[in-house]
């Protein structure tokens, strides 16, 4: 099985974006009350807006399942306050609800947080509970910066966010590490402030001894960890300078990146430099990058076509990096697909 | 010849540090009145602080030429103001400049710039032209972020850094984008800031136009580029959904790397991605990483040792990485270099 562990739903239909322009045009027009029940989005519309992209994509890349969570820029945690984010979370995790219930032999949901700068995190515990237990999520998207850019809140490492990593060991999910748009002009969105969430993340583990404390919780940090791989030798030898423990030890058990490099000689560095073990299959298409890149023929987020030559990878590795790494890291996972495996079965006769 | 084109006085002797904390005292202090007179270093001190580090191990790495400046981490920008930065900026590139007068043969001047957080930064331009032209200097450290991990300045290709821009092409000097300490928590200084502050700024080159404003302006992304060469792929794709020309075209005319990349699957990335035009040999030597790295034997800085094995590069390219593209984005290199070359000639008879 091929499971993309790395899919945003940024084809939602208009009827999203509206309630979110409805609701931060509310934050200065109080005369404005959108509610939840005033979502419009109907069924065909899901299903129209996700066969001719995501699902067509899936089905021409050879992709089972993709763990499917809100649009990622469009978080924007750090617009309004934690009353905003709270029910923009609602909605936008309603949402991957019902596409995983329309799909549910394709997507598998993951939870936006209703995160919002300088409020303590464990305001997002209840929905994260909402989603794990009521909706039957694997996991959730942990913004490092609610502060989109201005990177206002503390490190990752920081006692503050004790209470929602038990709830993440407590509930057996793990957080992909995931900034949402940028509100500083220095920042590119996608070009600059994904790539360096990515990269301070790695670097905040790297300084702390987080997971002494947590031995169990985990990480996924996406678009193949940032700079973190390319950098590998000055990560490992920055630990080092700092008496820590070689990577392995010091949070290669709790610290997993994903596939989104977009060319193949960038995959090659990922799959040489980080444990097959550590790294786990995704796309996030469609998302940062469009377009077909004129060197190959082929999409540049069609990160499979990448893996697929690799010949140095042995099938035991192949089934890691597409599956078993995912089973892994999201425990949560494992009833669902043996539910898709067992439909298929049936059908199949 | 081989020129490292990115080395930092990270080994000053103790007058320059306690300058500087004088001068930090000051700001709160006003009967302290640190002047450029009080700074307390003997030629003596300076031989010291090298002839066991940086020189030996040049020797020791057949380095030939460093190209010189204060220390990054300790520019600082954020603290004070500009007047502070502008006597702090005359010490630290005064100390360099007795550096290159008592190692002329191995040591080339770069400058810090003297600049502060929200000021314009045409205010740096008489510290750039007198160590260009009294100094000798052959370029400069640029600071993208001088509010110190904050990011409160304009991106680098707003129109505040023009005049800036065209006083670097009236002298023909290039500028090496380099951050300097974080005072944000959330940013590892060597671990998470140098490496954003290389992504950020090589996507505002990629996202602006400015080299059709600019098309002879020079700046070496140090780091290996940041992430940019891992993340290649997605850097052209980024470009082409944004309707820019192919990177060669768009900014490779412009935009260099360095090889301060820790490990040698990084640097054959680098070498395989990135046009060996646009690639210049250095180590950052003594910096970020001192350790040795035990999977090699030798330092994690050793840059030189991973080019070295790079089997598939020919004579005339190790001739680009290691000293004709110095030569080409340093223009000013070329006289140093000649009277280098000519005194070795006598020297040996």
Redo the contacts between chains.
Sequence with gaps: MIIDCHGHYTTAPPGLKEFRDLQIRALTDPAINPSKASVRISDDEIRDSLEGAQLRLMRDRGIDVTIFSPIAGQMAHHIGNAVTSQLWSEVANDLIYRVTQLYPDNYIGVCQLPQSPLVPPKSVIPELERCIVELGFIGCNLN??PSG???K???LYDRIWYPLYEKLVELDVPAMIHVSGSC?????H???HY??GD??AF??F??SDLFKDFPTLKFIIP??G??A??????????A??MGKPPLAEHLLKNVFFDTC??????I??LL??VPTENILFATEMVG????I?PETGYH??DTKRYIDQVDSLTETQRALIFEDNARRVYPRINPILDRIVARKEIAHG
């Design positions: 490092p910066d850019g201005h990177w809140d503390r490190p500083n002009d220095c920042f590119h996608t070009g600059a790539i360096n990269t301070t670097m905040q790297i300084q678009h193949g940032g700079a791989p390319y950098h590998w030798g000055r990560y490992r030898g920055l080092q300078d490099v977009y060319h193949l000689p960038g090659k560095l040489e430099v940062a990058v469009k377009g890149d540049y987020d």
